[in-house]
């Protein structure tokens, strides 16, 4: 909730004081039902996934993650029509099958956490796909910072009383917090400031690629991290983890080089 709080405040200050881009205006109903249903969708799946990860394990929810091209792709097929080249939709198998092969094995199984984490990737798919529409629909097009600005105080409006349910004691936990380390309203500003970042690039990614792009290049970002981690903590890894983000990382350079050829 203070993550999307920031982005309110953030793009606001960069819309109307900054005037870093122009402020635009929403234009219809339909067009606000869509600024709607993303910060919703946005938040299910943001709740979902944490969720999920008391009852399953990271390894699991990762693997179960690493779907989320597919749905990706089925969503915008369903909702737009876009049909890619079946050598693409091919290029997906070892993006999705890499990060299950890394992730070591069959791990434990619970069916509440593993329905949460499905739902979780089919509601990030289907952000992607939706913010998508937002960004490039020639009648109701928003540009990146006005609709992070929209979609942000709904997204706190939604989340607020979830919160206050689901954590009543979380206020005075966040006081006590607080007191007690100095640094921590700090860290908090510069964590949702990162946040911000995070989702203004996600948008522009959107805007001047595909939802689908998007959500194969977020499996390359696992393989990445996990290379990182390695070389900063030497952390132990194991060979059937080197081969499932190696299968991970050719299958978005053989996805990058169908969507060229494409063009």
Known sequence: MCH???CAVLSYVSIVFLKIVPFQRIKSRSQFFRIATLSIVFCGSVVGGNISLRY????????????TPFFTALFAYLITQKREAWVTY?????????V???SGGEPSFHLYGFIMCIGATAARAFKSVLQG?????????LNSMNLLLYMSPIAVLVLLPATLVMEPNVIDATI???VTH???VLLILINSTMAYGANLLNFLVTKHTSALTLQVLGNAKGAVAVVISILLFRNPVTFI???GYAMTVMGVVAYGESKRRSK
């Open 182 to 184: 100095r640094y921590l």
């Open 4 to 6: 999307m709080s920031a």
């Open 241 to 243: 983890g080197i081969a």
């Open 56 to 67: 399953l394990p990271v390894s699991f929810n990762q693997a179960v993650g690493a779907t």
């Open 90 to 98: 091919g290029c997906l198998v070892p993006v999705v099958a890499g």
């Open 100 to 102: 299950v092969i890394a």
């Open 133 to 141: 529409i937002l960004l490039s629909n020639e009648g109701e097009k």
């Open 176 to 178: 006590t917090l607080a």
